[in-house]
Every structure is written in structure tokens, then in C-alpha cells.
């Protein structure tokens, strides 16, 4: 996601059509499967015959404080984040660009449901924590380290960049698999639309849960 630009809340406005699959009976519904991605809204299928680790049940819910992708040499603390007064996603503020931003009234990371973390791609003049997450390959590992001390650790399924237009809520944020614990990392993609001062597009990591470390792990 972009700072200046011209760009208010529009280029996070998209995010808030997913916001409603954490309330009411969204995560008993299942929204799919874990099968690889194909088409133009594939970014990064999951290679065939590659088999990803089995999942490990959801663990006590505790708050994220820094989610880490080694693959991609991303590190950086999380905060908590509710909703603008556009009702959209408040991301972390523009000068704190290498921060991810946790949608505080959805599931925590590690615990049953589909938790998001939301990140800016680039400022005005620098990339921002996001900026190479469309790279991430199906298999990569995401650790999530949380307030109890626990460290839970996700594997990455697929990576969608999803146009805005037409643009399917409960396929980008719903959960894939009832009752498993799943890990959502979004930022902006596709082109910056000038006119409209926002991305044509979201890039979507879907990841699941496949370990625990710590006090989460024994609970």
C-alpha cells in the first residue's frame, strides 16, 4: 500500500469487503480447498505433486507482536489496527512503513479462523514491508511470535493478486478449511491507478498452521 500519491483510504477500501466473513457463521462455511491456484489471478501456483506439511491443530489465542517471512528476509513487529472512518482496515500510519498492521477484531494467528496482517507495499520513495511479498512461494514458512511467548509457525499455500474489480470477499478472507487456524498476509498489487489513487489489485498469501513453539504449544 502507498503513503501520498494522492491516496486517502481508497487503496485499502477493498480490504473492508472481507471484513464481514469473521462475524456470524463465516468460519463454519468452508470456502474451498487448499488446491493449487490457476489462471490470471494466480501469482505463484503450488508446484504439482508437491506435497505441503500436514496441519497442526489451533493453539490458545494470544495477540501477534512480529510475524517474520526468512524467505523474503521480512521481520517486523505487528500492531494491532481496527477500522477508519471509511469503514476499511486502518493500516499502520505512513511513517511507520516497516510495521505490519493486525486486524485486531478478527482471530488471532495460531488460534481457529483465518487472522490477517496487512502491510504497506511501498511509500513515496522507498518499498515498505510488503514490497517482495507477491515472491513468496507455496512452502515458504511465516512465524508468528505472540505475547505469551509462543512462536507459531504458518506454511504458505498459495499467493493470489485479486483485481479489485469483481473482487470475491470470501475467497481472499474466509476460512479454507473449518476449525483450522490460517494466516492471511495482504498488501497492495497490480498497477497504481492515478485517477482512482489506489492499486488495481490485492495481493493475497494464504497460509496455514503446521507448528507451535512455547507456552501455545502445551495448551
Not at 464481514?20 to 487448499?34: H, I, K, N
Request: charged share 20%.
Amino acid at each position: 500500500m502507498s503513503s501520498g500519491r494522492a491516496l486517502t483510504g481508497t487503496a485499502w477500501a477493498v480490504l473492508v469487503l472481507g471484513l464481514w466473513v469473521w462475524g456470524r457463521d463465516a468460519a463454519e462455511v468452508p470456502l474451498g480447498s487448499s488446491a493449487p491456484i490457476t489462471g490470471d489471478i494466480a501469482a505463484v501456483g503450488r508446484p504439482l505433486g508437491e506435497p505441503l506439511p500436514p496441519e497442526h491443530d489451533p493453539v490458545g489465542a494470544a495477540e501477534p507482536r512480529r510475524v517474520e517471512v526468512p524467505s523474503l528476509g521480512i521481520s517486523a513487529p505487528v500492531v494491532a489496527r481496527g477500522l477508519d472512518g471509511d469503514g476499511a482496515i486502518d493500516p499502520p500510519p505512513y511513517d511507520m512503513p516497516h510495521t505490519v498492521g493486525w486486524y485486531g477484531s478478527g482471530p488471532r494467528p495460531g488460534a481457529s479462523g483465518a487472522a490477517l496482517l496487512v502491510g504497506h507495499v511501498d511509500t513515496d520513495t522507498r518499498p515498505a514491508v510488503f514490497y517482495g511479498l507477491s515472491a513468496v512461494r507455496p512452502g515458504a514458512a511465516v512465524t508468528v511470535t505472540r505475547s505469551d511467548g509462543s512462536v507459531v509457525e504458518f506454511t504458505v499455500d498459495d499467493v493470489q493478486v485479486l483485481p479489485r474489480d469483481g473482487f470475491d470477499a470470501r475467497k481472499a478472507y474466509g476460512p479454507r478449511r473449518p476449525g483450522r487456524s490460517e494466516l492471511r498476509l495482504i498488501t497492495c498489487g497490480g498497477s497504481f491507478d492515478r485517477e482512482a489513487g489506489a492499486y488495481t489489485a490485492n495481493v493475497v498469501v494464504s497460509a496455514y498452521l503446521t507448528g507451535a513453539k512455547g507456552m501455545a504449544a502445551g495448551r
